[in-house]
């Protein structure tokens, strides 16, 4: 059984992108791991970060989600040092991608053709919040 540690940011993020390709083609964990031939948790932990992803397991998933290597590593924030350090943006995002509500708001809100009313659910949700802050 692999070892499980604390997590690691570059470990997060590539697996947060395998769970949204996943998802983005409508496959399960099973399914998956199937391909890979490894147990959903494996997968589960892969895509938390839990376990880090070997360069030719990520060629595998690669593979079984028809993605380029490269898409795993876009959007990672760039090294400062020892740690990487994400903007106050992409943190916002990984903090509502950890959630089901979160993933569902992401998903259904681009589906909200009237812009008017996508600018009032913003504006909730900042009231809500209690952010002063207006947008541009």
Not at 14 to 32: D, F, I, P, Y
């Amino acid at each position: 059984m692999p070892k499980t540690r604390t997590r690691n940011e570059v470990d997060e993020h590539v697996g947060e992108r395998v769970r949204s390709r996943r998802k983005a083609l409508g496959m399960n964990q099973t399914a998956l791991a199937q391909k890979l031939g490894v147990t959903f948790q494996m997968v589960q932990r892969y895509e938390y970060g839990l376990c880090r992803i070997s360069a030719s397991t990520l060629f595998a998933i690669a593979h079984a989600l028809e993605a380029p290597i490269s898409y795993f590593f876009e959007g990672l924030p760039v090294p400062s040092g020892k740690r990487l350090q994400p903007s106050a943006g992409q943190m916002s995002t990984r903090e509502m991608a950890k959630t089901r509500n979160g993933r569902e708001m992401a998903s259904l809100f681009p589906r909200i053709a009237h812009r008017g009313s996508q600018r009032a659910i913003v504006e909730l949700v900042r009231a809500m919040v209690g952010d002063d802050i207006k947008a541009a």
